[in-house]
């Protein structure tokens, strides 16, 4: 298995605070991902990173932000999390040469209540 | 956006049966691939599909990248109880857009 890890695994907050998740990677891959999975839905991605500083927004990234400073972690923040933000966030990494072929990190469960 | 129609929602099959879903786009994709997530996990990649008429195979399972770039099967032969789960098809768009469809659970009976 790829060497993904997701914190927290579970999360209940309050609509209004602020709330982050974190990715850490021990694959040194270059591309990291944040996704959220719905019912009905399928994932859908969020944001995405193509290295340290460098991302951009994906298809649902309203109400998100990312951070990446180090090529390990990739941090997703919900700057005032909302009940439609209840979720589960799944982290995953890729190479370039082979971005298609992503892997997936274990999730995070977010309710807000 | 690009989207994915993933058909059937769900199947319930015995043990041995053979098992077929697809996926069906109004847009063309570059790739195509097909994920499985079992309860409480991520997806894990089973196939990827990178050329239209591609047919590729992972032991029991096969999968087709369409010919017109649309679409993309996944088979299942002689299914075993340890294939229940939910089985996710994928197409990339461009670069790092990549669309899900949205699932097909699959349960297996003994």
């Known amino acids: 298995d790829a060497g993904i890890t997701q914190s927290p695994r579970h999360k209940v907050t309050e609509t209004g605070t602020p709330v982050t998740l974190r990715c850490h990677q021990t694959e040194n891959h270059r591309y990291m991902y944040w996704y959220r999975q719905d019912p009905g839905h399928g994932l859908r991605l969020i944001h995405y990173?193509?290295?340290?500083?460098?991302?951009d927004k994906g298809e649902v990234s309203d109400g998100y932000s990312v951070s990446r400073s180090k090529t390990e972690d990739f941090l997703l923040t919900l700057e005032s999390a909302t009940s439609s933000q209840t979720s589960v966030y799944f982290c995953?990494?890729?190479?370039?040469?082979?971005?298609?072929?992503?892997?997936f990190g274990p999730g995070t469960r977010l309710t807000v209540l | 956006g690009q989207q994915l129609n993933q058909s059937p929602q769900s199947m319930f099959i015995q043990e041995g049966e053979d098992v077929s879903m697809n996926c069906t786009s109004s847009?063309?994709?570059?790739?195509w691939l097909w994920y499985k997530q079992d309860p409480g996990e991520g997806p894990v990649l089973l196939i990827a599909?990178?050329?239209?008429?591609e047919l590729t195979s992972n032991g029991r399972l096969t999968a087709q990248f369409g010919i017109t770039r649309k679409d993309s099967f996944l088979n299942i032969s002689a299914s075993i109880p340890s294939d229940v789960g939910i089985y996710f098809c994928?197409?990339?768009?461009?670069?790092?857009?990549?669309?899900f469809g949205a699932g097909t659970r699959l349960t297996v009976k003994p």
């Open positions: 990173s193509y290295g340290v500083k460098d991302t």
């Open positions: 599909l990178y050329k239209a008429g």
């Open positions: 994928a197409g990339r768009y461009n670069n790092n857009d990549m669309r």
């Open positions: 847009s063309i994709f570059n790739t």
């Open positions: 995953a990494i890729s190479e370039p040469d082979t971005y298609n072929e992503q892997f």
